[in-house]
T-cell receptor
Framework: QKEVEQNSGPLSVPEGAIASLNCTYS??????FFWYRQYSGKSPELIMS????GDKEDGRFTAQLNKASQYVSLLIRDSQPSDSATYLC???????????FGKGTKLSVIP | DAGITQSPRHKVTETGTPVTLRCHQT?????MYWYRQDPGHGLRLIHY???????DKGEVSDGYSVSRSKTEDFLLTLESATSSQTSVYFC??????????FGPGTRLTVL
């Protein structure tokens, strides 16, 4: 059973701070890693994809991947109240077109 | 973003009745997916399709069937709805980078 684990939160950070969201996965052969943002009552929205070890930056978002430790993280710099949402980590296993999703971390940015 | 629509957006039905949910995408994506999302369980894959008339089961397929007669359309059918199938249903399709894009969701209530 492939598993993706996230701290459910809530994670509260003050406006302007860095929010750090973490995810671990069990399938060592996993190939692709994704972060989705989901506002309450809305559908998941893809915000970052990462496929190789290291960091990938896109605006205020940085995804970090460490395959040896089976760990992927998302940093949100200069957090804004509009970043308040649930963040889902998703992992694609080797030879699969399916994603396994974590249950999500709820982020609250306090003005 | 992929152009994905779902219909209906909301539905209330009674136990034992058949229900069909429709997903339509305009991105010519080969892969399409049906998920359900429930509190405490996160997103769980019901069925997926890897081409016209090619489908396979996901993690929670019991009580559900799917059909895909055209690239752009993926139907999910609850043969005889039960209260345990009350949920929010999301359709998704994926591009060549395995990034999945979600539709707006259908909120289904089975009384």
């Amino acid at each position: 059973q492939k598993e993706v684990e996230q701290n459910s939160g809530p994670l509260s950070v003050p406006e302007g701070a860095i929010a750090s969201l973490n995810c671990t996965y069990s399938d060592r052969g996993s190939q692709s890693f994704f972060w989705y943002r989901q506002y309450s009552g809305k559908s998941p929205e893809l915000i970052m994809s990462i496929y190789s070890n290291g960091d990938k930056e896109d605006g205020r978002f940085t995804a970090q991947l460490n395959k040896a430790s089976q760990y992927v993280s998302l940093l949100i710099r200069d957090s804004q109240p509009s970043d308040s949402a649930t963040y889902l980590c998703a992992v694609r296993g080797a030879g699969s077109y399916q994603l396994t999703f974590g249950k999500g971390t709820k982020l609250s940015v306090i003005p | 973003d992929a152009g994905i629509t779902q219909s209906p957006r909301h539905k209330v039905t009674e136990t034992g009745t058949p229900v069909t949910l429709r997903c339509h995408q305009t991105e010519n994506h080969r892969y399409m997916y049906w998920y359900r999302q429930d509190p405490g369980h996160g997103l769980r894959l019901i069925h997926y399709s890897y081409g016209v008339k090619d489908t396979d089961k996901g993690e929670v397929s019991d009580g559900y069937s799917v059909s895909r007669s055209k690239t752009e359309d993926f139907l999910l059918t609850l043969e005889s709805a039960t209260s345990s199938q009350t949920s929010v249903y999301f359709c998704a399709s994926s591009n060549l980078n395995n990034e999945q894009f979600f539709g707006p969701g259908t909120r289904l209530t089975v009384l």
